[in-house]
């Protein structure tokens, strides 16, 4: 017999499950498991950043079209808006310096309504307005001051004019026209917006929470500020006002302010009171402050790291030109002062801010998508 044919027969027999088999070591599978790891934490990131790059666009575009809407807005109804440039009001102010004919009932006459709601909203904000006007609170077009007669009992009632048949005739109240198409527009109940609201900064949440916004690709309100017709270099800002709806803070010497800070504050928060807490700005928002204050000297200064007060909504809206000649100021050899009284250029102080807070969801840093060029230094 071959020395070999033994060991042939032998195995020729043998229980296959008791041969051994193949199998990964530890250290092979903490070598995989590692490299999947590093791979997650390469691709995660640039998903992530691809995806939020893609809301950001679709954001921008979202603002062009109300851009167009606020713009046919204005084609229609200028002479009634005369105070915010004919587009449609933020908030409705006091009196202020300069203007006349203001009628405290006129203005309040063109609050946001909610259908069969039978009192009247007080304290909207401009994230409020802006779909109210464009596209009315029942998206049916808003009611016209000017299609109220007296006769129809309700001209100083304006919140009826969207309640079934308020004629008591069959006839519905005239509607201006859609400046929005609503299916193209993310409306949002302001109580179904993620995070957590400062019910302190709403004064009637019951009403205003049932008030729609218009939201951007994440899911966050825009924010909307009308700038004041004839306003002045020396007071950028506004932000106090008294129950008795009187300027404070030496507003009324200042001059009329290009906008006001107040307009949207339940959303961005006014100084160490924070607006609504939308995921990751648990420490508040950046344009919390409005720096209505700040000359022109203090508003060049770089923002302090270390004081939240300096990252104020007064320089966020700052015409960034005027921010650059001011950085050449200070860098020119000798640098050149800075007189306080200088008067200050906001970004479009004609016409309107809008403001997403971008992917971070807080207001007033650099990855916003707004309707003006961003300030350096935030």
């Not at 033994?6 to 499950?17: A, D, F, I, L, M």
């Not at 908030?91 to 006129?106: C, E, N, Q, R």
């Not at 290009?258 to 990751?280: A, L, P, S």
């Not at 950085?327 to 997403?356: C, F, G, H, V």
Request: hydrophobic share 35%.
């Amino acid at each position: 017999m071959k020395p070999y044919a033994r060991y042939r027969r032998y195995t020729k027999h043998r229980n296959p499950s008791t041969l051994p088999s193949p199998a990964f070591t530890i250290i092979e599978l903490l070598t995989v498991m590692f490299i999947i790891s590093v791979l997650m934490a390469i691709l995660i990131p640039a998903l992530s950043g691809a995806r939020d790059s893609a809301k950001k666009t679709a954001t921008a575009a979202m603002i062009r079209s109300i851009e167009a809407g606020l713009d046919l807005f204005k084609n229609d109804n200028e002479r009634d808006f005369r105070q915010t440039n004919g587009y449609p009001p933020s908030a409705v102010h006091p009196p202020i310096p300069g203007y006349t004919g203001l009628d405290p009932d006129k203005i309040e006459s063109r609050f946001p309504f909610i259908p069969n709601e039978p009192t009247a909203v007080r304290g909207v904000y401009g994230a409020h307005w802006l779909p109210a006007m464009l596209v009315g609170v029942d998206q049916q077009g808003y009611v016209s001051k000017r299609g109220i007669t007296k006769r129809a009992g309700i001209h100083k009632e304006p919140f009826k004019w969207y309640l079934p048949d308020p004629l008591k005739d069959g006839k519905p109240l005239p509607r201006k026209p859609l400046y929005l198409n609503p299916d193209d527009m993310n409306l949002t109940a302001t109580e179904d917006l993620s995070g957590i609201p400062n019910l302190d900064l709403f004064p009637d949440w019951d009403k205003m929470k049932r008030l729609p916004v218009i939201t951007d690709a994440f899911g966050q309100p825009i924010l909307y500020y009308a700038a004041n017709a004839g306003a002045s270099g020396k007071n950028l800002v506004a932000e106090q006002r008294t129950k008795d709806n009187i300027f404070t803070g030496g507003i009324q010497e200042a001059g009329t302010p290009y906008y006001f800070h107040k307009d949207n504050e339940g959303f961005t928060g006014h100084d160490d009171e924070r607006g609504w807490q939308i995921k990751r700005s648990a420490d508040g928002h950046a344009i919390s402050y409005p720096g209505n204050t700040l000359d022109a000297q203090e508003i060049a200064k770089l923002p302090d790291k270390n004081d939240a007060s300096t990252f104020t909504f007064a320089r966020f809206i700052m015409d960034r030109s005027q921010l650059r000649q001011f950085d050449d100021m200070k860098q020119s050899s000798p640098p050149r002062t800075i007189e306080p009284a200088t008067p200050l250029r906001p970004a479009n102080p004609d016409s309107y801010l809008l403001m997403s807070p971008g992917a971070d969801s807080i207001w007033g840093t650099g990855d916003d998508v707004t309707n003006f060029p961003l300030t350096t230094g935030q």
